[in-house]
C-alpha cells in the first residue's frame, strides 16, 4: 500500500517551461488536492478536487491547472512556469471532506 | 481576514519532557481541527484532529485541547523523543453555508519542535 505518489520528486524548469506534476492514492479517496509550501507560509491549496469528475479552486490557483484523470489519479499543470511557482508541491488525499489528509513526499520545483 | 497561527515559531525541549505547542484560530465557524507532523524532506503526517463538539482528544502520547471561547487550540505530547522533532502544524476546517469546505482548509505556519538529548 503505497499511499500517495507524486512524482517527480525533484524539478528544475526554465521560464515559460510548461509541465505536469502527477499525483496518484491507492486507498480508494474520493478527494484530492494539491498544496504548495512556501517558507514561512504553510500550505495553502491551489486546486481540489471533491470527487471524481469535478475540481475547484483553492487560495492560489493562478497559473495552474488540474486534471482529475480518474478516481485515483489528479494532475498539476503548469503551462509556462514563473520563478513565482518556485515551491514544494504536495498533493493530499482523503476519504470525504472533514477527514484527515494523506499526503505524497512532494515535488520541490524550482523555476530559474 | 482568517487565519491560523503559532504562539511560538520555535520549540526547544528536552528528552522526557513535555511539549505543548499552540495555535490561534480567528475564524469561529470552524469546526474541525487537524494537527499534522512534518518531518524534514517529507509530507506533512496526521497527528490527531478534534471537533468543534469537544473540548479534549487524547491520542498515544498526543493530546489536542480546543477552547473555543478563546478561539485556541493546544496539541501536547508527552515524554517527548527526539524521534518528534518536527514542524507541527494546525489546521482548521471552516464551514460557510450552502459551500463546501474544501477551499476553508487553513494552516498555520507551523512550530519547529526541536528536541534535545
Known amino acids: 500500500n503505497a499511499g500517495v505518489t507524486q512524482t517527480p520528486k525533484f524539478q528544475v524548469l526554465k521560464t515559460g517551461q510548461s509541465m505536469t506534476l502527477q499525483c496518484a492514492q491507492d486507498?480508494?479517496?474520493?478527494?484530492m488536492y494539491w498544496y504548495r509550501q512556501d517558507p514561512g507560509m504553510g500550505l495553502r491549496l491551489i486546486y481540489y478536487?471533491?470527487?471524481?469528475?469535478?475540481?475547484d479552486k483553492g487560495e492560489v490557483p493562478n497559473g495552474y491547472n488540474v486534471s482529475r484523470l480518474n478516481k485515483r489519479e489528479f494532475s498539476l499543470r503548469l503551462e509556462s512556469a514563473a520563478p513565482s511557482q518556485t515551491s514544494v508541491y504536495f498533493c493530499?488525499?482523503?476519504?470525504?471532506?472533514?477527514?484527515?489528509?494523506?499526503f505524497g513526499q512532494g515535488t520541490r520545483l524550482t523555476v530559474v | 481576514g482568517e487565519s491560523v497561527g503559532l504562539h511560538l515559531p520555535t520549540l526547544s525541549v528536552q528528552e522526557g519532557d513535555n511539549s505543548i505547542i499552540n495555535c490561534a484560530y480567528s475564524?469561529?465557524?470552524?469546526?474541525?481541527f487537524i494537527w499534522y507532523k512534518q518531518e524534514s524532506g517529507k509530507g506533512p503526517q496526521f497527528i490527531i484532529d478534534?471537533?468543534?463538539?469537544?473540548d479534549k482528544r487524547q491520542g498515544q502520547r498526543v493530546t489536542v485541547l480546543l477552547n473555543k471561547t478563546v478561539k485556541h487550540l493546544s496539541l501536547q505530547i508527552a515524554a517527548t523523543q527526539p524521534g518528534d522533532s518536527a514542524v507541527y502544524f494546525c489546521?482548521?476546517?471552516?464551514?460557510?453555508?450552502?459551500?463546501?469546505?474544501?477551499?476553508?482548509?487553513?494552516f498555520g505556519p507551523g512550530t519547529s519542535l526541536s528536541v534535545i538529548p
Open positions: 493530499a488525499s482523503s476519504v470525504r471532506d472533514r477527514t484527515e489528509a494523506f
Open positions: 478534534i471537533r468543534s463538539n469537544m
Open positions: 489546521a482548521e476546517n471552516g464551514q460557510e453555508r450552502g459551500k463546501t469546505s474544501y477551499d476553508k482548509v487553513i
Open positions: 486507498m480508494n479517496h474520493n478527494s
Open positions: 475564524n469561529s465557524a470552524s469546526d474541525y
Open positions: 478536487s471533491a470527487s471524481e469528475g469535478t475540481t
